[in-house]
């Protein structure tokens, strides 16, 4: 029987709604046909965006939407989406499928959807190919409310108030497809950049996002730290669970064996690593906690469904990456004091989606689930919480391990308390006993994403995974005891 304690007197940080953001890029199907089809399309929409998905993405809780990518980013020219469509600029999208871009999602596009979802906006601006006013200007467009040349195209265009821009980033994947730069180079260019970009509004301070990491690259923090130190207000990581490592045999998403499974666990279990040394280097360089981390692209990447194009990332998505999205959620929890947001990749049809559509049709994905389960999580305020766990090493890894429970437990402001577990074995159930604190129960609730760590849904298939109702577990007086499933994420809600 394993021990798990909740300290309901041992307050810890707020965990920001945004570390359960997403980001949606102009890549395959993501943005259209995945979110917008057009005004003019069968497919039922309001302004051109998909209904069903964006009642789906509004249910699961999306606080924060990342756009316009991704490497599609630093060769997007803003100016091209804007105005009338027919006249907008056709381009070829170089890094995605080689597709037309026909521009007809852009800036009014996208704070509409966001009108639409009720959520933050996160832009990323371009440094790889544009320049200091390009990017300077955007920003002017997006927020300044005044007598300005790109306030009045603003309302040329058809929106005279300005939108709210929380997040702006300055720059994306810099050390890669955002423009080959080394760390100094780039440091110097975000310094550049950001002086550019201006808080028009004067109660409101645009948080700026500067280009951080590629996995364990801890001499790219170093470095660009030493440069823009609090000229910023975060860094951004970027971390993908690759199956073998292996750019060129990424592994199926769908098929796989016992010690792939495991070793996917495993490599996702690095982003633990990955968040407190990033921190630790951020840290060594600027003493204090005011520069956040970002973690705003993460998720399973596999190789693309046999006979789709390549260059469109799509991927099917199951239990696997159900465990993966909760012992990552979980993780995300216990860094709260320092991650300020992180953003899934991709949201729809695109690498770890919450969402898959195929013509009119949809489904929602393990991971949009998990999703679901935690959105109880967010603005709670972390409780301090401790479980004991059996190791599981994953031999494709050198016998690396990773523990088979990771969880998290936070409480609202009614003081209801919520606690996720993730059970990352695909084949052993564990026994818990939970102790609260100081603590009388009133009530407990439970419910259960489990299943066949191969288990997925998929169209014009009846829903295999979803949330259900949990009994698997007996109350006691200061907590419960529980028999968590093989391959199960629980959320348990409890009253005191
Ligand atoms: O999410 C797909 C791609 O992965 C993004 O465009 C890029 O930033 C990263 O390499």
Same mark, same amino acid.
């Given at each position: 029987?394993?021990?798990?304690?909740?300290?309901? @007197?041992?307050?810890?940080?707020? $965990?920001?709604?945004?570390?359960?953001?997403?980001?949606?890029?102009?890549?395959?199907?993501?943005?259209?046909?995945?979110?917008?089809?057009?005004?003019?399309?069968?497919?039922?929409?309001?302004?051109?965006?998909? @209904?069903?998905?964006?009642?789906?993405?509004?249910?699961?809780?999306?606080?924060?939407?990342?756009?316009? +990518?991704?490497?599609?980013?630093?060769?997007?020219?803003?100016?091209?989406?804007?105005?009338?469509?027919?006249?907008?600029?056709?381009?070829?999208?170089?890094?995605?499928?080689?597709?037309?871009?026909?521009?007809?999602?852009?800036?009014?596009?996208?704070?509409?959807?966001?009108?639409?979802?009720?959520?933050?906006?996160?832009?990323?601006?371009?440094?790889?190919?544009?320049?200091?006013?390009?990017?300077?200007?955007?920003?002017?467009?997006?927020?300044?409310?005044?007598?300005?040349?790109?306030?009045?195209?603003?309302?040329?265009?058809?929106?005279?108030?300005?939108?709210?821009?929380?997040?702006?980033?300055?720059?994306?994947?810099?050390?890669?497809?955002?423009?080959?730069?080394?760390?100094?180079?780039?440091?110097?260019?975000?310094?550049?950049?950001?002086?550019?970009?201006?808080?028009?509004?004067?109660?409101?301070?645009?948080?700026? $996002?500067?280009?951080?990491?590629?996995?364990?690259?801890?001499?790219?923090?170093?470095?660009?730290?030493?440069?823009?130190?609090?000229?910023?207000?975060?860094?951004?990581?970027?971390?993908?669970?690759?199956?073998?490592?292996?750019?060129?045999?990424?592994?199926?998403?769908?098929?796989?064996?016992?010690?792939?499974?495991?070793?996917?666990?495993?490599?996702?279990?690095?982003?633990?690593?990955?968040?407190?040394?990033?921190?630790?280097?951020?840290?060594?360089?600027?003493? +204090?906690?005011?520069?956040?981390?970002?973690?705003?692209?993460?998720?399973?990447?596999?190789?693309?469904?046999?006979?789709?194009?390549?260059?469109?990332?799509?991927?099917?998505?199951?239990?696997?990456? %159900?465990?993966?999205?909760?012992?990552?959620?979980?993780?995300?929890?216990?860094?709260?004091?320092?991650?300020?947001?992180?953003?899934?990749?991709?949201?729809?049809?695109?690498?770890?989606?919450?969402?898959?559509?195929?013509?009119?049709?949809?489904?929602?994905?393990?991971?949009?689930?998990?999703?679901?389960?935690?959105? =109880?999580?967010? @603005?709670?305020?972390?409780?301090?919480?401790?479980?004991?766990?059996?190791?599981?090493?994953?031999?494709?890894?050198?016998?690396?391990?990773?523990?088979?429970?990771?969880?998290? %437990?936070? $409480?609202? =402001?009614?003081?209801?308390?919520?606690?996720?577990? %993730?059970?990352?074995?695909?084949?052993?159930?564990?026994?818990?006993?939970?102790?609260?604190?100081?603590?009388?129960?009133?009530?407990?609730? %439970?419910?259960?994403?489990?299943?066949?760590?191969?288990?997925? @849904?998929?169209?014009?298939?009846?829903?295999?995974?979803?949330?259900?109702?949990?009994?698997?577990?007996?109350?006691?007086?200061?907590?419960?005891?529980?028999?968590?499933?093989?391959?199960?994420?629980?959320?348990?809600?409890?009253?005191?």
């Amino acid at each position: 029987m394993e021990k798990y304690l909740i300290n309901p @007197n041992e307050r810890k940080s707020v $965990i920001n709604k945004d570390l359960y953001g997403h980001f949606s890029e102009h890549l395959g199907r993501c943005i259209y046909g995945g979110i917008y089809v057009g005004e003019d399309s069968n497919i039922p929409n309001v302004n051109g965006m998909r @209904n069903d998905v964006v009642k789906a993405l509004k249910e699961m809780g999306i606080p924060v939407l990342r756009w316009p +990518g991704g490497c599609f980013a630093d060769e997007y020219h803003w100016k091209d989406g804007i105005g009338k469509k027919s006249d907008r600029k056709k381009m070829i999208n170089t890094h995605w499928g080689g597709v037309v871009e026909d521009n007809s999602f852009g800036t009014h596009e996208y704070f509409e959807l966001c009108r639409q979802l009720g959520c933050d906006a996160y832009v990323n601006g371009n440094v790889g190919s544009g320049t200091v006013r390009e990017m300077s200007e955007w920003v002017e467009y997006m927020t300044f409310d005044g007598v300005s040349p790109m306030a009045e195209l603003r309302a040329k265009n058809g929106s005279k108030t300005p939108w709210n821009l929380k997040y702006f980033g300055v720059g994306n994947e810099s050390w890669g497809c955002g423009g080959n730069m080394d760390p100094e180079h780039y440091g110097n260019l975000y310094k550049n950049y950001n002086v550019y970009v201006r808080d028009y509004k004067p109660d409101e301070h645009i948080i700026r $996002i500067a280009c951080g990491p590629n996995v364990g690259d801890y001499h790219w923090t170093k470095k660009v730290m030493d440069k823009v130190k609090y000229s910023t207000d975060a860094i951004s990581l970027h971390y993908y669970t690759l199956p073998r490592d292996n750019w060129n045999n990424k592994g199926s998403a769908t098929v796989f064996d016992r010690n792939e499974y495991i070793s996917t666990i495993c490599k996702a279990y690095r982003m633990d690593e990955l968040i407190n040394n990033h921190l630790a280097m951020m840290e060594s360089v600027v003493p +204090g906690t005011r520069v956040k981390l970002v973690v705003d692209e993460w998720g399973t990447w596999y190789d693309v469904e046999p006979g789709t194009n390549p260059g469109f990332l799509y991927q099917q998505s199951t239990m696997r990456d %159900a465990i993966v999205a909760a012992l990552t959620l979980n993780i995300f929890n216990k860094h709260s004091d320092r991650l300020l947001m992180c953003n899934i990749a991709q949201t729809v049809n695109v690498l770890q989606s919450v969402i898959l559509t195929d013509g009119k049709k949809m489904v929602k994905t393990p991971t949009y689930y998990v999703f679901k389960l935690f959105k =109880e999580h967010q @603005n709670n305020t972390l409780l301090g919480s401790y479980i004991t766990s059996d190791k599981i090493a994953s031999k494709n890894d050198g016998g690396r391990e990773f523990p088979q429970l990771i969880e998290s %437990a936070s $409480i609202d =402001e009614h003081g209801v308390i919520y606690s996720t577990i %993730a059970n990352t074995s695909d084949v052993k159930k564990a026994k818990i006993k939970c102790q609260l604190a100081d603590s009388r129960i009133k009530s407990i609730k %439970a419910e259960i994403i489990t299943g066949d760590s191969h288990d997925l @849904n998929d169209f014009g298939k009846k829903e295999k995974v979803c949330i259900k109702e949990f009994s698997g577990f007996r109350k006691l007086s200061d907590g419960f005891t529980a028999e968590l499933p093989a391959c199960s994420v629980i959320r348990f809600t409890i009253e005191r």
